[in-house]
C-alpha cells in the first residue's frame, strides 16, 4: 500500500472488520501497522486509542444512542433484534433505517467525529449523530458508535496493538510499554518517536502509572520439578485488591492494575503518605495491618467518594512487595532481591501508618511450602501463596517464568441449574450464562452465576441441554428443569442480603457438568454457609 | 408429490428417482382442482423450480410460500406477487436487522480479496442446492471467467443447473489436484466441508461463507469465516415486509424463523397474524 489513506471512518470501518474476523495474530499485527503507515496523525491516534480501550467520550453514551434508533425503529422490533445479535453497537449499526439514496455528505476523519462529538452543546448532539449515521455504511456506524462509547472488542489486546506498534516501527515493545502511561491521545509524540522524525517523548515517571508485572498460575504436576526452591522467595497472597501507589513528595496517586487511578476513593490513604517512589503492593481494609474480609474493600472501591464512617470502620493501607522507582530512579532493571532491600531501606523512613511490608515465608523445598499452603488456607484463610524468581527484573506484562501465583485449592459445591441467558459477543447463539441454585428446605434458591470453566464442546451440551429443557421464558432469560446438577468451583463465599440465599460467591466458575448426579443430591445452605469466611 | 417439474428433477437427483410414491408435475401458472379446491403454483424466486402454492375455494385465496426471495436472481424464476386473503411467509431472516446489501457489492469484496492475496485460496462455503449455482452465476457476471474448483457434493447439481441453460462457466472438480494449484483460485464446498479434513487440500484458505445470516458480525467470527459475503436466497426484512403488505392479505401466518418480530409487525398494522410453529426448523448457518 503506498497510497495515503485519508484516516476516514471507512479504512477504520474496514480495520475493524479484518480484526475481528481474521484468526491469524499475525495477520492482526500486519493489519494494524498498515493501518498505522498509510494513515495520518491525528486519525491513527484516534484509531490507536480506541483499539487499545483508551478513548472514551463523555459527551455520547450508549443510553443516547439506544434512544435515538428506538425514535425511528419500533422500539419493540429493536429489542427482539438486540436480544437476537447480543451487541447493542452491533444492533444499531445494523437496523438503522438506510438512508435515502440522496442523503450527501461526507463522514468525518477520526479525529474530527470525536472533536465535534466532545465540542457540540448537548441539544445539538443527537441531530449530529443522526446525519451521521444516515450517511454511513453499516460497517462505518458501527465504527463510530464503537468509537463514541469505548469497549471496542476485536480480539486485540492493548498489548497486541503495541506489539503492532513495535512492528511497525522496528522499535522495541519494552520501550513502549514503558512510556506507554505517561502518553495522551492521539499520541502524536509516539508516532513521531516511531517514524524516526522525533525524540522519545519523555515521560514524568513520578507522575504515571507503569504497567505492572504479572504472574501465572503453578501448574503443580510440571512447574515444582523444574524450579530450585534456592532460585524462589515465597509471601501470601492476599485477598485484596493488586495496586500501584505512585508518591510524589506530599502527592500520591493509587492506580489499579489496568491503570486507573482510584485515589479519590482512598483519602485516607494517600494523605497519610510521603516521600519519593513507586510502589507495587496489595490495597486491604483493616485496623492494624489485619486484612478484614473482601466485601468491606470492594464496598469502598465502588463509592467516588466515601462515606466518613467507611473510612472510620474499614481505614484502607497497602502490604507493600515491590518497588518500581526508589526517588527518581528506575530500578526495575535491577533484580528482585536488590529491589526488596531497597524497599526495606525506603520502607524504614517512609512506611508510617498505612505501609506494612509483604513478609517472606520461610521454606526449604516445595513440600514445605505446600503445607504452609495448606496452613495458611486452613487457619488464616489465605488466598494462596505468591512465588517470585529472586533474580527476576521487573518486566511488564505477564512473563511465562519469574512470577508464579499458587492459589488455595478451590471450594466445591454441587448446584442445580436454574436460568440460562445468552451470552455476548463470540457466544451470541449459546446459552451461556447461567444461574445456579442450592437447596433451601424444599425450594432452590439461588446461590451465583456463573459464565465460564468449560469447554467449548461442553458449552454446546449445555447449549442444547437449555434448549431441550426449557419451562420458561422471561425476555432473553430461559428457566430450566431443576434436573442438572453442575459442580461449582469457587473462591470464597461471603454474606451477601442481596441474594436471594443470603450468600454470594467469589469467582465461581463451572467446575464439573455433573450429567450423572439427580438433582435431589445438590448441595444445601446448611452446607455452604459452613464456607463462608 | 405435486410439484413443479424442476423441483422433481432436483428431488430426483439429491434422493433417488424413486424417492416420492409418485410425482405430479405441474407447470407454473397452471390450476389444478383437487375437490373444491383450485391450487396453483407461483415462483417463489428461492431456487430454480422453487414455488409458492395458491389455494382458491369459494372466493378465498390462501398462499404458502415456501422459501422466497424478492430481489433478482438469474439462476431462479423471478418471484411472482400472488394477491391472496391468507398469506402464510416464512421468516428466516424476520428481524429489521436483517437488510441484505446488493449481492454484486459482496461479491466485488470477494474478487478484490482474491485479486489481494493471489497465495491463498479462497473457499465459498454454499449450501450445494441454489446457493452454489447462485454465488458462480454472480462471480461470472462479474466477468471473472478463471476455472472455479468444485467440492464433489456441488458437482451433480451445478450440472443440473448448466442442463437447464443457466451457464455457470469453467467448473472443474477440486479432487487429486495439487495443492498450489488452487493458489489465486476460488473454490466452492459445502459450509460442513470447511472445518474438516477435506479442507486440509487447500493452501492457506480464506475461509468465506455466502449467507444472510452472515450479516451478523459475530456469527461469522463464530463459525471461522474471515470473509463472510452476505448473499441469501430468503427475503430479508424489507422483502418480508414489503411482500406481505402488497399480497392484500388480512391474515398472516408466519413460520419458519424468528416469527415474533413479523408477527408484532403485522399487527402493529392491524393484519390477524400468528405465529406457525413447525417442529424440526433449527437455525440452520447454511441458509
Keep these: 500500500m503506498t497510497e495515503r489513506m485519508t484516516g476516514g471512518m471507512k479504512d477504520f470501518a474496514a480495520l475493524l472488520e479484518t480484526l475481528v474476523l481474521t484468526p491469524s495474530r499475525n495477520a492482526k499485527i500486519a493489519a494494524m501497522a498498515a493501518y498505522f503507515r498509510a494513515t495520518p496523525d491525528p486519525d491513527r491516534g484516534i484509531a490507536l486509542a480506541a483499539i487499545t480501550r483508551d478513548l472514551s467520550l463523555a459527551n455520547l453514551k450508549a443510553g443516547a444512542l439506544r434512544q435515538l434508533t428506538m425514535e425511528r425503529v419500533d422500539p419493540d422490533l429493536f429489542l427482539m433484534s438486540y436480544d437476537y445479535v447480543g451487541d447493542m453497537a452491533e444492533t444499531i449499526s445494523l437496523i438503522w433505517p438506510a438512508p435515502d439514496e440522496d442523503a450527501d455528505g461526507e463522514l468525518p476523519g477520526l479525529a474530527a467525529f470525536v472533536s465535534d462529538i466532545e465540542t457540540l452543546p448537548k441539544s445539538a448532539l443527537a441531530g449530529h449523530v443522526a446525519a451521521l449515521l444516515d450517511l454511513a455504511s453499516p460497517a462505518e456506524r458501527w465504527a463510530m458508535i464503537k468509537l463514541a462509547t469505548g469497549g471496542l472488542r476485536v480480539g486485540v489486546s492493548a498489548r497486541l496493538a503495541k506489539t503492532a506498534l513495535a512492528a511497525y516501527s522496528g522499535r522495541d515493545l519494552a520501550e513502549i510499554e514503558k512510556i506507554w502511561h505517561g502518553l495522551e491521545i492521539p499520541y502524536t509524540g509516539l508516532f513521531a518517536w516511531l517514524d524516526g522524525t522525533g525524540p522519545r517523548p519523555e515521560i514524568r515517571h513520578g507522575q504515571t502509572f507503569h504497567p505492572m508485572m504479572l504472574s501465572n498460575p503453578v501448574d503443580e504436576e510440571r512447574d515444582f520439578d523444574r524450579l530450585s526452591p534456592d532460585d524462589y522467595q515465597a509471601e501470601w497472597k492476599w485477598d485484596g485488591i493488586r495496586v500501584q501507589l505512585v508518591i510524589d513528595g506530599d502527592r500520591a496517586r493509587l492506580f489499579s492494575r489496568t491503570g486507573d487511578d482510584i485515589s479519590a476513593a482512598f483519602p485516607d490513604l494517600v494523605e497519610a503518605l510521603g516521600g519519593r517512589a513507586v510502589l507495587d503492593g496489595e490495597l486491604l481494609v483493616g485496623h492494624d495491618f489485619d486484612p478484614m474480609n473482601f466485601n468491606h474493600l470492594q464496598q469502598r472501591l465502588n463509592r467516588k467518594t466515601p462515606a466518613k464512617s467507611h473510612i472510620r470502620d474499614y481505614p484502607a493501607f497497602v502490604r507493600v512487595y515491590d518497588m518500581l522507582f526508589d526517588g527518581e530512579e528506575d530500578i526495575r532493571d535491577l533484580p528482585l532481591v536488590d529491589r526488596r532491600r531497597r524497599l526495606e531501606a525506603w520502607m524504614a523512613t517512609h512506611a508510617g501508618t498505612r505501609l506494612d511490608l509483604s513478609e517472606i515465608l520461610a521454606f526449604n523445598d516445595w513440600d514445605e511450602l505446600a503445607a504452609l499452603r495448606r496452613m495458611g488456607a486452613e487457619t488464616h484463610g489465605h488466598e494462596g501463596l505468591m512465588i517470585k524468581q529472586l533474580q527476576s527484573l521487573y518486566v511488564a506484562g505477564r512473563p511465562k517464568g519469574p512470577w508464579f501465583k499458587w492459589k488455595r485449592d478451590p471450594r466445591l459445591i454441587d448446584t442445580v441449574m436454574m436460568y440460562a441467558q445468552r451470552g455476548h459477543g463470540r457466544r451470541s447463539s449459546f446459552y451461556s450464562d447461567y444461574t445456579f441454585g442450592i437447596w433451601r428446605g424444599n425450594e432452590i434458591v439461588p446461590v451465583g452465576k456463573a459464565y465460564s470453566g468449560f469447554t467449548d464442546g461442553e458449552l454446546r451440551d449445555l447449549d442444547k441441554w437449555v434448549r431441550g429443557n426449557t419451562v420458561n421464558r422471561f425476555g432473553p432469560v430461559r428457566e430450566v428443569e431443576k434436573d442438572l446438577v453442575v459442580e461449582l468451583a469457587f473462591d470464597s463465599a461471603h454474606e451477601s442480603p442481596r441474594h436471594k440465599s443470603g450468600i454470594a460467591l467469589r469467582f465461581p466458575r463451572v467446575s464439573r457438568i455433573r450429567w450423572d448426579k439427580p438433582a435431589s443430591e445438590a448441595d444445601t445452605i446448611e452446607t455452604v454457609r459452613k464456607l463462608i469466611g | ?287
Excluded at chain 2, 104 to 120: K, T
Excluded at chain 2, 214 to 234: F, N, Y
Aim: charged share 20%; hydrophobic share 40%; net charge negative.
Design chain 2, 1 to 287: 408429490m405435486l410439484a413443479t417439474p424442476q423441483t422433481i428433477d432436483i428431488m430426483r437427483h439429491r434422493y433417488g428417482a424413486n424417492c416420492a410414491g409418485s410425482f405430479q408435475p405441474l407447470a407454473f401458472g397452471d390450476r389444478l382442482a383437487i375437490g373444491d379446491v383450485t391450487v396453483s403454483l407461483h415462483p417463489a424466486g428461492h431456487i430454480l423450480g422453487s414455488a409458492q402454492v395458491l389455494m382458491e375455494y369459494g372466493g378465498r385465496r390462501a398462499v404458502v410460500t415456501g422459501d422466497y426471495k424478492t430481489h433478482p436472481d438469474s439462476t431462479a424464476q423471478t418471484f411472482e406477487l400472488v394477491p391472496c386473503d391468507l398469506f402464510v411467509t416464512e421468516a428466516t431472516f424476520g428481524l429489521p436487522v436483517f437488510q441484505h446489501p446488493d449481492p454484486m457489492l459482496e461479491i466485488n469484496r470477494l474478487l478484490a480479496s482474491v485479486a489481494a492475496q493471489p497465495e491463498r485460496c479462497h473457499v465459498i462455503g454454499a449450501y450445494a442446492l441454489g446457493k452454489a449455482q447462485r454465488v458462480i452465476k454472480l462471480i461470472r457476471e462479474a466477468g471473472h471467467d478463471a476455472p472455479i474448483y468444485l467440492h464433489g457434493a456441488q458437482e451433480k447439481l451445478c450440472g443440473y443447473y448448466m442442463d437447464q441453460g443457466i451457464d455457470l462457466g469453467d467448473l472443474r472438480k477440486a479432487l487429486d489436484r495439487e495443492k498450489d494449484s488452487f493458489r489465486g483460485h476460488i473454490v466452492i464446498a459445502p459450509p460442513s466441508a470447511l472445518r474438516d479434513r477435506w479442507s486440509r487440500r487447500l493452501p492457506d484458505p480464506v475461509v468465506c461463507q455466502a449467507s444472510g445470516w452472515m450479516t451478523i458480525k459475530q456469527r461469522a467470527k463464530q463459525s471461522g469465516v474471515e470473509l463472510p459475503l452476505v448473499i441469501s436466497d430468503h427475503a430479508d426484512w424489507n422483502e418480508l415486509t414489503t411482500t406481505i403488505a402488497a399480497t392484500g392479505a388480512e391474515t398472516v401466518w408466519v413460520t419458519h424463523g424468528r416469527e415474533d418480530a413479523l408477527v408484532h409487525w403485522c399487527r402493529q398494522r392491524g393484519l390477524a397474524a400468528e405465529p406457525l410453529y413447525l417442529q424440526g426448523r433449527e437455525e440452520d448457518l447454511s441458509e
